[in-house]
């Protein structure tokens, strides 16, 4: 009897080593962390002249905010509002810059369609960029609408309605299907957090960088034109 225990005792199998702690990825949190003011911000940039290295970043952010209890009634009012400031800042530099800031931000392959789009329909030529998702570009038809005489109360109304529909519409996706969308990206997301994270900051800077550098381009043909 006292053989067959301690035999049975060295047949037992090994209790199960604990799992693994699986290391939640980093790209939940610092875009969690951005917030409503972040949010804000990277919607100003998103609408500016500035270049974003990654196109619909206000959308996916507002999109993945939602989805991670961030509440719509706020996030949805700040990615509007700061889209809306940056759009302006855009409109008030084709205004001030006219066919020279026009030169400077758009190719040359666009120019001629933009300029026609926006001579033609002016009230469509704000709206449907302001609307639609990328690869439908925003800058051209939002400088060429001030450099074109496009007021800005005009300017601001339509794209103020289409940014508020376009966020809106995008808040309501990730309060309905949000987690879902984040379910299916997240294997891809945990192996990728840390160098997209990285990219997205170092293309960042230099986006902003290259924004002030035309911005002063920009005023110093101005003032040039002055003393002449």
Same mark, same amino acid.
């Given at each position: 009897?006292?053989?067959?225990?301690?035999?049975?005792?060295?047949?037992?199998?090994?209790?199960?080593?604990?799992?693994?702690?699986?290391?939640?990825?980093?790209?939940?949190?610092?875009?969690?962390?951005?917030?409503?003011?972040?949010?804000?911000?990277?919607?100003?940039?998103?609408?500016?002249?500035?270049?974003?290295?990654?196109?619909?970043?206000?959308?996916?952010?507002?999109?993945?905010?939602?989805?991670?209890?961030?509440?719509?009634?706020?996030?949805?009012?700040?990615?509007?509002? #700061?889209?809306?400031?940056?759009?302006?800042?855009?409109?008030?530099?084709?205004?001030?810059? #006219?066919?020279?800031?026009?030169?400077?931000?758009?190719?040359?392959?666009?120019?001629?369609?933009?300029?026609?789009?926006?001579? &033609?329909?002016?009230?469509?030529?704000?709206?449907?960029?302001?609307?639609?998702?990328?690869?439908?570009?925003?800058?051209?038809?939002?400088?060429? +609408?001030?450099?074109?005489?496009? +007021?800005?109360?005009?300017?601001?109304?339509?794209?103020?309605?289409?940014?508020?529909? &376009?966020?809106?519409?995008?808040?309501?996706?990730?309060?309905?299907?949000?987690?879902?969308?984040?379910?299916?990206?997240? #294997?891809?997301?945990?192996?990728?957090?840390?160098?997209?994270?990285?990219?997205?900051?170092?293309?960042?800077?230099?986006?902003? #960088?290259?924004?002030?550098?035309?911005?002063?381009?920009?005023?110093?043909?101005?003032?040039?034109?002055?003393?002449?």
């Amino acid at each position: 009897m006292r053989g067959a225990i301690c035999m049975s005792a060295f047949v037992q199998r090994p209790a199960p080593l604990p799992a693994p702690r699986v290391h939640p990825s980093l790209m939940p949190r610092w875009l969690t962390h951005l917030g409503a003011l972040g949010l804000f911000f990277v919607a100003v940039v998103d609408s500016s002249v500035i270049p974003v290295p990654l196109p619909g970043s206000t959308d996916l952010l507002l999109l993945w905010l939602v989805a991670h209890s961030g509440n719509p009634w706020l996030l949805a009012p700040c990615a509007i509002a #700061g889209s809306i400031l940056g759009g302006y800042t855009t409109w008030h530099i084709g205004r001030r810059g #006219g066919e020279t800031a026009l030169h400077n931000y758009v190719p040359a392959r666009l120019l001629g369609r933009v300029v026609t789009w926006v001579e &033609r329909h002016p009230v469509l030529a704000v709206f449907l960029p302001a609307l639609l998702p990328p690869p439908f570009p925003l800058l051209p038809f939002a400088l060429a +609408s001030g450099a074109l005489g496009v +007021s800005r109360r005009r300017f601001l109304g339509v794209f103020g309605a289409a940014r508020s529909l &376009r966020y809106s519409f995008i808040a309501w996706l990730g309060v309905t299907y949000g987690r879902r969308i984040v379910r299916m990206w997240s #294997g891809t997301l945990q192996r990728w957090s840390t160098p997209l994270l990285c990219v997205f900051v170092c293309l960042l800077a230099i986006g902003i #960088g290259y924004g002030i550098w035309k911005i002063r381009g920009l005023r110093q043909i101005e003032s040039a034109e002055e003393l002449a």
